[in-house]
């Protein structure tokens, strides 16, 4: 009788394991899935394609935010599975571990993406007022996309990008070589990891800025390239992948950019615009009405 009870617990134990690990993955896509779903919302008639001015801060800090949860969460789910097992670990030996803690590592993790969102969002911005033009897709804009997916691409094969890689494919080294107690730690934890993973994707966050910002097909197919970098086993093949689907994207840019499926080739008049904000801080759609006419012509003339 003693056998079976003492045989029993660790099927139990594993059964509440298993449960809890699906409760956490059921979390973090439920999250990832109300993010995209949000994101829709918010991007609806937005994207104007490469060189979408981003709007106001506000509304572009709002945004990146729940971008980067619904491109990332995904992604992450195995490094933030990995670390509260360990908590939970450290709790059945009797050792400080903050069940809140999970939360912190999340937290930090988005802290570091907002700090890169901000910096993006500085050159942007920067770029625009000072390229005079020069940066309008009839201009050298067109030429500029393609060399960032063609700069992405090398990026693939760099040690820069590899050492990043490396330590986001590999969970349990990354909280091995860098624990730290409580949940000042666990931020601290969170914060690394995500400087670790804007050094592997900030060049494929680049390619999405080139494709079109506010496109949700382009933040897909983005976030499907990040997952499959992280993700899949045979890292060789998925860096390979990577590669050849934004040496594509550049050649189909280069050569033909109205056939690129998804792409929002910008026209010269709407470059030329200057986005006006709607309520909530973002630019509006394309759509909007343009001032053109005889009629508009001679109000602009009244005193």
Not at 166 to 192: E, H, K, T, Y
Request: with cysteine.
């Amino acid at each position: 009788m003693e056998a079976t009870a003492t045989a029993a617990t660790p099927g139990r134990t594993g059964d509440l394991l298993l449960r809890w690990r699906v409760a956490l993955i059921v979390l973090l896509l439920g999250l990832a899935t109300v993010a995209w779903m949000s994101t829709d919302v918010r991007m609806t008639g937005m994207d104007a394609g490469p060189g979408t001015d981003p709007g106001a801060l506000g509304f572009y800090v709002s945004t990146w935010v729940v971008m980067m949860a619904a491109m990332m969460f995904p992604s992450i789910a195995p490094m933030v599975l990995m670390y509260a097992a360990l908590q939970r670990g450290r709790r059945a030996k009797g050792q400080t571990a903050p069940a809140e803690a999970t939360g912190f590592f999340v937290a930090g993790y988005l802290v570091i993406w907002t700090v890169a969102g901000l910096l993006g969002y500085a050159v942007l911005k920067l770029g625009r007022e000072l390229n005079g033009g020069a940066l309008a897709w009839d201009s050298s804009g067109r030429w500029v996309a393609v060399g960032v997916l063609f700069a992405a691409a090398v990026y693939e094969f760099t040690p820069a990008k590899h050492a990043c890689l490396r330590r986001c494919r590999s969970p349990l080294g990354f909280l091995m070589g860098n624990w730290r107690d409580g949940r000042a730690g666990a931020l601290r934890m969170g914060i690394v990891h995500g400087a670790w993973c804007v050094g592997c994707c900030w060049l494929l966050m680049a390619a999405l800025f080139a494709l079109g910002a506010m496109s949700l097909a382009w933040m897909i197919v983005i976030a499907a390239l990040i997952a499959v970098e992280k993700l899949v086993p045979w890292e060789r093949a998925a860096t390979v992948g990577v590669a050849a689907v934004l040496v594509g994207l550049g050649l189909g840019i280069a050569a033909s950019p109205n056939d690129v499926p998804a792409l929002t080739v910008p026209t010269s008049e709407g470059m030329s615009m200057h986005h006006q904000s709607e309520p909530g801080g973002g630019p509006m759609p394309n759509d909007a009405p343009k001032r053109d006419g005889p009629m508009n012509e001679m109000n602009d003339r009244m005193p």
